[in-house]
């Protein structure tokens, strides 16, 4: 899976300059195409090359630099789009690692204005291959914050840079668009993203892939170039697309949706049997308890043919059977047209009735207690098996 990258053609009518430093210009354009190509500038009368340089060939340094240089517009590499679904973005902590056992530390830790905590990791040039996992690590180990200790955060942060730290909590509650912390739970979904000057095709690939594991991770290009003895710095969102980023959350937050419907329509109700011939049997969900209901009804002399007129709805065959006392592999062998999914066909659940060998179907679906039921009616009076829903 190959990264697509865009280019940027930059015309100098259309620099828009971010003075950060006495000696460097940030630039930025708005004009993006599929692929990364080099910057130029259009003159009146031909076009010029403007030379991408690396932030370590510029001796720019990681945190003392570049870091402190984000942390202060971190709107630059975070940006809010002018979508109404769009994110801004705080800085609650720089170099946060307020974890035992551990000496690893955010490069900034910031939150956005949807209560999600955002693990903001910079690397100078191109990072290395697992530059993604280390910030899914660190993902994980902020990802049960509380708001308090958001704020404890926070006001070292204030107060490791001279500020008031006493304004913390108020400055967060502003963010927010809050009054009070009554309201305000951190989401346990913790976004990442990571900022380089390139990213390798392995990282790329990874991000995509966990993107499309419910995780939400940022991969944002800053690729300085050398121009009339002035650094300009192109900044661009390369992963996902901007431009199919909308789309991708929106298909993500259907996948869960649908989800949790299903996880909601799915039956949980565990069941305990109790017969006379053994000791009760706890935790049975709903296709074990029939599977032992027709244990027990086979050990009592119900023949599976009988099965038809104990449950005349299912359209699949609630059993399947070969000839003679078989394995699961060999059952399988000799029906190989069976989707063997739909059965009890381990070796440990077949059943052994004359020299047959009988496989008994596990769809049963919102019926299986009347299934049951009726499977009882069909025995001998007094039969001693019973079932009731765990409490």
């Known amino acids: 899976m190959h990264l697509y990258e865009r280019a940027s053609i930059i015309s100098c009518a259309a620099y828009a300059a971010l003075v950060l430093l006495p000696c460097i210009n940030l630039r930025f354009s708005s004009t993006f195409f599929l692929f990364r190509m080099p910057l130029y500038e259009l003159t009146g009368d031909t076009v010029e090359d403007i030379e991408p340089v690396s932030f370590s060939g510029l001796k720019l340094r990681e945190r003392q630099d570049l870091q402190r240089i984000f942390r202060d517009r971190i709107e630059v590499i975070c940006p809010q789009s002018d979508s109404t679904d769009s994110m801004s973005m705080m800085v609650l902590a720089e170099e946060f690692g307020s974890w ?5 530390r955010i490069d900034l830790l910031c939150l956005d204005s949807n209560s999600n905590l955002v693990v903001v990791e910079l690397k100078r040039d191109e990072p290395p291959g697992h530059h993604e996992l280390q910030a899914v690590r660190y993902a994980a180990m902020i990802s049960a914050m509380t708001f308090s200790q958001a704020v404890s955060a926070h006001e070292r942060y204030r107060e490791a840079r001279g500020l008031s730290p006493a304004a913390a909590r108020e400055e967060i509650y502003k963010f927010l668009g809050r009054s009070s912390e009554d309201d305000i ?3 346990k ?4 993203v990571l900022v380089a000057r390139s990213f390798s095709k392995e990282v790329a690939t990874t991000v995509l892939w966990l993107n499309d594991q419910g995780l939400d991770i940022t991969c944002v290009t800053v690729q300085p170039y050398s121009f009339q003895g002035r650094v300009l710095v192109n900044i661009e969102q390369e992963l996902p697309l901007p431009e199919a980023a909308a789309y ?6 259907k996948e869960k949706a649908v989800a949790a419907v299903v996880s909601k329509r799915k039956d949980h109700t565990k069941y305990c049997l109790y017969s006379d011939s053994c000791d009760p049997v706890a935790g049975l969900p709903k296709r074990r308890l029939i599977w032992h209901v027709m244990k027990h009804a086979l050990e009592r002399g119900f023949h599976p043919d009988r099965i038809k007129e104990a449950v005349t709805w299912p359209r699949h065959k609630t059993f399947v059977f070969a000839e003679g006392l078989l394995s699961g592999s060999e059952l399988a062998e000799a029906l190989p047209s069976v989707d063997w999914n739909r059965y009890f066909s381990d070796d440990t659940d077949l059943f052994l009735v004359g020299n047959r060998t009988y496989a008994l179907s596990n769809q049963w679906g919102d019926r299986t207690t009347e299934a049951v039921d009726n499977i ?5 009076e007094g039969h001693g098996i019973r079932y009731e829903v765990e409490r």
């Open 248 to 253: 991708q959350i929106a298909i993500r937050d």
């Open 189 to 192: 979904e913790v976004r990442i």
């Open 185 to 187: 739970v951190l989401s």
């Open 376 to 380: 009882l009616g069909c025995l001998a």
């Open 100 to 104: 035992e056992g551990s000496l690893r």
